[in-house]
């Protein structure tokens, strides 16, 4: 019997399959727990509808109308309230839009073919048409960016919200069905002429497009207050983050100021201010300026007068409300200018440390009344933390007799300084004559004083933009970046061996004395790290096999 019927009407059960889609496809985004719902899921249902409507057109008499209007809705809900997990007055709310929708729809197209006088004779074609239409309204409803479907998920599930606008869905739906309850037998009665069904049928459509209309726009106003009212709390949320933040780091901070930027007022933290005239004077960039130049290090007052610049201030707002960074500054000047808490105060004064690493953090704050600009700027003391990272820094990355560049890290900056100088420098490797006869005869404490002088030897001789390293042992590296000529490589050499020669006396009165062989190398175009290196150990090499304090080129340059 069913494959009959569809053969029949398989027009009116695809409409009817996609339809019941997108009516999923619109009702699931305002139930919780939707995810189960799936596609196949969604199809399946969808056939189902598709057979029960049919089923429903093979009827006769009202009965027929009604379970169109009324029952098609229900089995939406049931099958949605299968697939998901919500509480049954969400169902209940989507029921009672559905029928609603459902109604004003089918009476609309009523109105509009005229059909008044004969609503059995064409009832597949007024239920194709509002299939069509409300599948429609479902998908564009459902994907349009500008329909408010997040506010109305959240009126489903706050009564208190919601509670408008529910009663009135109840009270429009409670109307249409009686007013469909009374004029439908109406219509279909043979008796009554066909202009007066149309005047019905358009009553109908007028009554029903009025009620739909109008909870679109309720729907839209009570919109506009949850989104206010959203907006209330998310900056009442974030005024009362930024009081438990201030109030944070006011507690942790050794000075904390408030400024309005517009004026150049301290509206906070005037305390921490001696009376000096440049305060008085109220100018932000002045003060900014003096504290500058009376208790911040040279190398990074204008990085301090560049971030609180006014105009870099309102720049930086446009991107983050929060910044931060590390001066120098001088604890003794800082006590003879700021009032400072009593820990800060006692701890500066006793200080006998020239400079201190402070962190000063800015946080942008607007009025959203009057646009004004408010800058909250808090200084924490971090000397005990930067030091810590320059030692663990140092002691990754240096020799810890010498001081020297570690072999990692050495090889790390050469290679860059070979990139940097498009493949052009110098390496000289170096080895100290006689230090295995100074460490066996003299001791290794001996030995170890031989290697730190000569470090500083190197220090002396080379520039701070070469990398100077301790490869290991007695063993210590040089690369000059750049091409130097060959008189100042070998002026170079003799210099290392002039004022590396360390002379030493053993108890039995034998004289030792250092000296250094060197090995050059010249770097090619397509010399790596690894290549320099080997053609510097094979020039050292040579030196060695000369004998001592001397020199060798790995070209054939002499």
């Known amino acids: 019997m069913i494959t009959e019927v569809l053969s029949h009407n398989l027009l009116l059960f695809v409409i009817a399959v996609i339809t019941s889609m997108e009516v999923f496809f619109y009702a699931k985004q305002m139930v919780l727990g939707s995810e189960e719902f799936t596609g196949a899921k969604r199809i399946f249902c969808g056939v189902l509808n598709g057979v029960a409507l049919l089923y429903i057109l093979s009827l006769d008499g009202f009965l027929k109308t009604v379970l169109?209007?009324?029952?098609?809705?229900?089995?939406?809900?049931?099958?949605?309230?299968?697939?998901t997990k919500d509480k049954i007055l969400s169902y209940i709310y989507v029921y009672i839009k559905l029928v609603m929708n459902f109604m004003s729809v089918f009476w609309i197209v009523v109105a509009i073919a005229g059909t008044g006088a004969n609503?059995?004779?064409n009832e597949r074609m007024i239920?194709?048409?509002?299939l069509v239409i409300v599948g429609c309204m479902s998908l564009f409803f459902g994907s349009h960016k500008k329909y408010p479907m997040n506010e109305l998920r959240i009126l489903i599930h706050d009564l208190k919200r919601g509670k408008l606008f529910f009663i009135y869905l109840i009270l429009g739906d409670l109307f249409l069905v009686a007013s469909s309850l009374l004029?439908?037998?109406?219509?279909?009665?043979?008796?009554?002429?066909?202009?007066v069904k149309t005047i019905i049928s358009l009553e109908l459509f007028l009554k029903t497009f009025a009620i739909l209309g109008f909870s679109y726009l309720l729907l839209y106003g009570i919109t506009k207050e949850i989104k206010s009212f959203e907006e209330f709390e998310h900056?009442?949320?974030?005024?009362?983050?930024?009081?438990?933040?201030?109030?944070?780091?006011?507690?942790?901070?050794?000075?904390?100021?408030?400024?309005?930027l517009a004026t150049g007022e301290l509206k906070d933290g005037r305390t921490y201010f001696r009376d000096e005239p440049w305060v008085r004077e109220r100018n932000f960039d002045e003060v900014i300026r003096q504290i500058a130049e009376k208790v911040i290090h040279p190398e990074d007052r204008q990085e301090f007068i560049k971030n609180n610049n006014k105009t870099v201030i309102l720049k930086l707002m446009e991107t983050t409300p929060y910044f931060s960074?590390?001066?120098r500054i001088s604890p003794r000047k800082m006590v003879q200018h700021f009032c400072l808490a009593g820990e800060y105060q006692k701890l500066y004064e006793n200080s006998e440390k020239p400079w201190m690493w402070i962190k000063i953090d800015y946080i942008y704050t607007q009025d959203m009344n009057t646009g004004d600009v408010s800058l909250f700027l808090v200084a924490f003391d971090v000397d005990e933390q930067v030091s810590l990272k320059e030692k663990l820094h140092l002691s990754a990355t240096t020799d810890a007799l010498t001081g020297l560049l570690n072999r990692t890290i050495m090889q790390y900056e050469i290679e860059n300084k070979l990139q940097e100088a498009g493949r052009a420098g110098v390496m000289i490797l170096m080895d100290i004559d006689n230090f295995k006869g100074i460490n066996d005869k003299l001791g290794h404490p001996v030995g170890d004083e031989v290697l730190v002088r000569f470090s500083g030897v190197l220090r002396d001789l080379f520039r701070?933009?070469?990398?100077?390293?301790?490869?290991?042992?007695?063993?210590?590296s040089v690369f000059m970046p750049g091409t130097p000529p060959i008189s100042c490589l070998e002026e170079k050499a003799k210099d290392l061996n002039e004022k590396g020669m360390f002379v030493y006396n053993t108890e039995d009165g034998e004289e030792i004395s250092t000296s250094v062989s060197i090995g050059i190398a010249i770097a090619d175009p397509n010399d790596t790290y690894d290549t320099l290196y080997k053609k510097a150990d094979e020039a050292l090499y040579r030196s060695k096999e000369k004998g001592k304090k001397t020199h060798s080129y790995y070209s054939s340059v002499e």
């Open 464 to 476: 701070r933009s070469d990398v100077i390293g301790r490869l290991g042992g007695d063993e210590f």
């Open 127 to 130: 239920m194709s048409f509002t």
């Open 119 to 121: 609503i059995m004779g």
């Open 325 to 327: 960074q590390q001066i």
């Open 68 to 83: 169109m209007l009324g029952g098609c809705p229900i089995l939406l809900c049931l099958e949605l309230m299968l697939f």
């Open 235 to 260: 900056i009442k949320e974030t005024l009362a983050t930024e009081k438990r933040f201030r109030s944070t780091i006011q507690r942790k901070g050794m000075l904390n100021v408030l400024v309005d």
């Open 183 to 195: 004029l439908t037998p109406l219509l279909q009665s043979v008796e009554m002429e066909g202009p």
